[in-house]
């Protein structure tokens, strides 16, 4: 999982006991989108984040999960295969929404403070170490690159200005997250240069799209990106230790409202 903002981290830095300061963390980091649908959570990476031991932070988790915000699936509760037929059902509805999304930001607008976040989130992706390659060993750093393109899209699915969309895309992407394989990408080519090649320059013509508010054209990059990483998905691997969002229960992030 990535690292919790500084603002979240200190928004309840004061508050004791340790459960409750850690509790009302995670519920804002829930709230927030800063903990996706469907992201994998550490018990170690979040105590080391948090500064606090495991007791306390069991103790938060399981007050979150009595709310209904999530649920953590046991390994034999995750399915462990997802038909072709199914995934690809799945990747032709997740290019529909998002390229939907990509429309309405186009359409609506997007503040210049919005474009520099998506900007920046690009040039990261081009600027990705060329010495990372796809194998196990780079698993941290494959991931990390993997949650940069995934916070290009969802907030760009945010700033659709569409709370039911948004959650609609966020719910499908982590599907396809439980399912995907971290190595299946194109094997000429290196992470570095599949984002440099590929990725960015077309998140480069969608940004400059919705820039000029053309809502067809933003429409039509989004869709061929999603496309474009149809192939990735396929080489399904058992995840289990994903945590599911309970559906009754979804929490929406604020921002998904008004940007």
């Known amino acids: 999982m990535k690292q919790l903002s500084e603002e979240t981290l200190r928004a309840f830095a004061q508050v004791k006991p340790a459960y409750n300061r850690i509790y009302l963390t995670l519920?804002?980091?829930?709230?927030?989108?800063?903990?996706?649908?469907?992201e994998k959570l550490s018990e170690e990476a979040l105590a080391l984040q948090l500064g606090t031991s495991r007791t306390p932070l069991r103790r938060a988790l399981e007050k979150l999960k009595q709310e209904g915000l999530f649920a953590i699936k046991s390994p034999e509760q995750v399915p462990a295969h997802i038909s072709r037929r199914d995934m690809n059902s799945l990747l032709?509805?997740?290019?529909?929404l998002e390229s939907h999304a990509a429309f309405?930001?186009?359409?609506?607008?997007?503040s210049e403070e919005y474009m520099d976040t998506l900007r920046e989130i690009n040039e990261n992706l081009r600027n990705l170490d060329p010495s990372i390659r796809y194998d196990s060993r780079y698993e941290k750093d494959l991931v990390g690159a993997r949650d940069l393109h995934l916070q290009f899209?969802?907030?760009?699915?945010?700033?659709?200005?569409?709370?039911?969309?948004?959650?609609?895309i966020a719910d499908v992407r982590s599907k396809l997250r439980q399912y995907s394989s971290l190595d299946a990408f194109p094997a000429d080519q290196t992470p570095?240069?599949?984002?440099?090649?590929?990725?960015?320059?077309?998140?480069?013509?969608?940004?400059?799209a919705i820039e000029q508010r053309d809502p067809q054209t933003a429409q039509a990059w989004m869709y061929t990106?999603?496309?474009?990483?149809?192939?990735?998905?396929?080489?399904s691997y058992k995840n289990p230790y994903v945590?599911?969002?309970?559906?009754?229960?979804?929490a929406v992030p604020r921002e998904a409202e008004e940007p």
């Open 27 to 38: 519920r804002r980091a829930l709230l927030e989108g800063e903990i996706l649908p469907g």
């Open 192 to 208: 570095a240069e599949y984002y440099r090649r590929t990725v960015v320059p077309c998140h480069e013509e969608l940004l400059h």
């Open 92 to 96: 032709d509805f997740d290019a529909l």
């Open 225 to 235: 990106d999603a496309i474009r990483s149809r192939s990735r998905y396929f080489n």
């Open 153 to 168: 899209h969802l907030l760009i699915a945010r700033l659709s200005r569409n709370k039911y969309l948004y959650q609609s």
């Open 243 to 250: 945590v599911q969002r309970v559906s009754k229960h979804t």
């Open 104 to 110: 309405l930001a186009a359409q609506n607008g997007v």
